[in-house]
């Protein structure tokens, strides 16, 4: 018997769409559609880089951005994705490059210029079990996962300090860098990593007025998220320990980028900020 449809195995929010323009309105939670106060995030006319920008939560960020006026660097290894975010997206700028390739990532964002807020979101998740871990795949996912966030903070955040700007770090990680999930050890770790090294990166970069935070969300319904949690036996394991019971979209987690990018977070760094139904809290 075949399994039943993604859609019908896996509990959604209902789609909306993420944050949109210079402002949003926080809403009393107690009532529908009620009158809330404006929020500006004040990002027209800041040039931000995203990774990771052909697919996924990248896509929807810099979809977002270039919607709130924004100039967006966005950072792929698929030229046809850029290919096609480019005409949703006019005006961009997208950059080609595979951050594996500590040399060519180099040379591609080396004179990318000016550069005010970041976010790190390109990752792969390699599952194997930990009995059968491949060097290839553990080498492959630190050099993704972590090492090339390390090089592109590294150029962007050289570059504020330079021109003497604050700026702020979104670093994308995962519910999984603090709970064990079976067949994630090194996807686990790498996001285990990354939270360590944002807390660092704060400490060492808040002198510089430059904020680093996190934020962790839970399985999200990319292509990526999708093609690992298709089985529903799989997803219930993680569902069960979800108090909202469903899985996340992009827009939920492209809003808590906009808010840490923006100055409306202007104390915030060093977090890890969960989206992720209440997973962290069982």
Not at 19 to 36: I, N, V
Not at 106 to 123: F, K
Not at 202 to 218: D, F, M, Q, S, Y
């Amino acid at each position: 018997m075949s399994p039943p449809p993604l859609e019908a195995a896996l509990p959604l929010a209902p789609p909306r769409p993420a944050l949109r323009g210079q402002s949003f309105k926080s809403r009393d939670p107690s009532t529908e559609g009620g009158d809330g106060v404006d929020m500006e995030l004040g990002l027209a006319g800041r040039r931000v880089l995203v990774t990771g920008a052909g697919k996924g939560i990248g896509r929807g960020t810099v979809q977002a951005l270039h919607a709130a006026g924004a100039r967006v660097v966005a950072v792929s290894r698929t030229q046809a994705d850029l290919d096609s975010l480019v005409r949703e997206c006019p005006g961009i700028d997208p950059v080609c490059v595979d951050l594996s390739d500590w040399e060519a990532t180099e040379r591609a964002l080396g004179s990318v210029g000016p550069v005010d807020l970041l976010v790190n979101n390109a990752a792969v998740a390699l599952l194997q079990p930990f009995l059968d871990v491949t060097k290839e795949a553990f080498d492959r996912s630190f050099e993704v996962n972590l090492r090339a966030v390390i090089q592109v903070s590294q150029i962007v955040a050289r570059g504020l300090i330079a021109r003497g700007v604050p700026g702020a770090i979104v670093n994308i990680s995962s519910q999984a860098s603090q709970r064990a999930i079976t067949n994630h050890s090194i996807y686990c770790s790498t996001k285990g990593a990354l939270d360590m090294l944002t807390k660092v990166m704060a400490l060492e970069l808040g002198p510089h007025k430059i904020r680093v935070n996190a934020v962790n969300p839970t399985v999200v319904m990319t292509p990526m998220g999708q093609a690992n949690w298709m089985d529903p036996h799989k997803a219930k394991t993680v569902l069960d320990r979800i108090p909202l019971g469903k899985f996340a979209e992009v827009a939920h987690v492209v809003d808590a980028i906009l808010f840490l990018l923006s100055d409306r977070s202007g104390m915030t760094t060093g977090s890890t900020v969960p989206v992720d139904g209440g997973f962290w809290a069982t």
